[in-house]
């Protein structure tokens, strides 16, 4: 059974920055390095959009909007792929999720809430 378990959101001032976990696990994910792992967001009355992915040998590639304060990375040896966001803006307010890229629809894990307001 196939588990993507995100962490690490909270309530920041506009400026600040968040460090995101995502932990995979799952017999799928027995050789976790040959999938590209995405971070995406929703935010309300949006659409999900990805904001972020990482390939298995670490090509990375960013959305406009986050290039430049968003950096993605990946640990293999333990599942995890991390989102660290810096220089956070209230428009970044969202529930971010990971998943592979592109998404598996019966993937989806709880997420975790990012809120950037002063």
């Known amino acids: 059974q196939v588990q993507l378990v995100e962490s690490g959101g909270g309530l920041v001032q506009p400026g600040g920055s968040l460090r995101l976990s995502c932990a995979a696990s799952?017999?799928?994910?027995?050789?976790?390095?040959?999938?590209?792992m995405g971070w995406y967001r929703q935010a309300p009355g949006k659409q999900r959009e990805l904001v972020a992915s990482?390939?298995?040998?670490?090509?990375?590639n960013y959305a406009d909007s986050v290039k430049g304060r968003f950096t993605i990375s990946r640990e293999n040896a333990k599942n995890t792929v991390y989102l660290q966001m810096n220089s956070l803006k209230p428009e970044d307010t969202a529930v971010y999720y990971c998943n592979i890229d592109p998404p598996s629809q019966t993937w989806w894990g709880q997420g975790t809430q990012v809120t950037v307001s002063s």
């Open positions: 799952g017999s799928i994910f027995s050789i976790f390095s040959i999938y590209t």
């Open positions: 990482i390939a298995g040998g670490s090509s990375t």
